[in-house]
């Protein structure tokens, strides 16, 4: 606050001004009545003395007397000189202390913000939110990484098939469609904005777009350097999204809107303790040991992927991969030119 940096620097002030009158003037003073006293002393010792004895007296007493004057003078202009360059040292050094306490104070408060506070909120709405498609799009055109964790990744994938630069390094973290208890949670909050739509209908709804990921990823396969998908039996229920310099969520799990199709999303920097959590989370999830694994083919066949995601557990087959690539394209189709009208 000014004010109390104010009451700061004039109470250092004054603390040295008492100073300097403690060590020199009033020092100095008691000095001058001896002296004043030794010499008033030696003229009354000349009054009874004659001659050569009585100028003796007179003139040490005068000596005596003029230079305590002369050093009483010299003390209270060489103190009040002093104390003026001293105070003005202290206050300098007092005002480059409270500045160093700001600085530090507001790279304290900036660190607190960059850890847990996001860059950007994005409401929860009934449409796609076109600046949080712009943000996403930006985000991805500039990272050479992505790393999706959430349930089913169909707008991701459709995502990565709409714009004209995209990572070339993705991973895929979802739902593992032989476990569909595990979309539980999320079909009752899908059934409480689609009315007439049985929880059953809406779980089913949620494996066929673990399916459309993996006829997606598949399909845009080609746009990738390398492409991981990993089917997990406990699926995270809110949407993660990871850049190199930021990372999105979408909270599915915010019950206060749990009545909107797209929920309330927020936005941190890579500086963040819930980036720096979420980075460490997948690569935990990617390395375990307990979840389907496997990188994108570029040489096989539909048949023979069909057949592949079928030896890790997946059954699909060929005539459902068919329906299942029609429905994606029909997906992109409608979905394709909402993400692009966001990042124009």
């Not at 746009?223 to 995270?236: G, K, S, Y």
């Not at 915010?254 to 819930?274: I, Q, Y």
Request: net charge neutral; hydrophobic share 40%.
């Amino acid at each position: 606050m000014p004010g109390g940096n104010g009451d700061t620097r004039g109470d250092h002030a004054r603390q040295v001004g008492l100073l300097l009158r403690e060590l020199y003037v009033n020092r100095t003073g008691v000095l001058l009545l001896v002296m004043s006293l030794a010499a008033a002393g030696m003229y009354a010792l000349s009054v009874r003395s004659t001659g050569r004895t009585e100028e003796f007296w007179i003139a040490l007493a005068t000596g005596v007397l003029g230079a305590a004057i002369f050093a009483f003078a010299q003390v209270a202009l060489t103190t009040r000189q002093y104390e003026r360059f001293l105070g003005s040292t202290v206050k300098d050094a007092v005002i480059a202390e409270i500045a160093k306490a700001g600085e530090e104070l507001t790279r304290t408060y900036r660190s607190t913000q960059e850890h847990y506070v996001p860059t950007t909120q994005y409401p929860a709405s009934r449409t796609p939110d076109v600046r949080f498609n712009r943000d996403v799009n930006l985000s991805m055109r500039s990272s050479t990484q992505y790393t999706f964790r959430g349930l089913t990744g169909k707008y991701a994938i459709c995502r990565l098939a709409s714009l004209n630069t995209i990572p070339r390094d993705v991973r895929l973290i979802i739902a593992d469609p032989t476990r569909p208890a595990a979309m539980d949670s999320r079909a009752r909050r899908e059934m409480a904005y689609r009315d007439g739509m049985t929880f059953e209908q809406a779980r089913q709804a949620l494996v066929d777009g673990v399916h459309l990921t993996l006829v997606g990823a598949y399909l845009t396969r080609m746009r990738f350097d390398r492409c991981e998908i990993c089917l997990t039996a406990d699926p995270n229920l809110d949407r993660v999204e990871i850049f190199d310099d930021d990372i999105y969520l979408a909270l599915f799990t915010d019950t206060e809107n749990e009545t909107f199709p797209f929920p309330l999303g927020l936005r941190f920097n890579k500086g963040s303790l819930l980036y720096q959590t979420n980075q460490r989370e997948c690569s935990r999830l990617l390395a375990s040991p307990y979840a389907i694994k496997f990188e994108v083919p570029k040489n096989l066949s539909e048949f023979e992927y069909c057949s592949f995601l079928q030896q890790l557990g997946v059954q699909l087959s060929h005539a459902a991969f068919l329906e299942f690539r029609d429905r994606y394209e029909e997906f992109l189709r409608d979905t394709a030119p909402q993400m692009m009208t966001a990042s124009s």
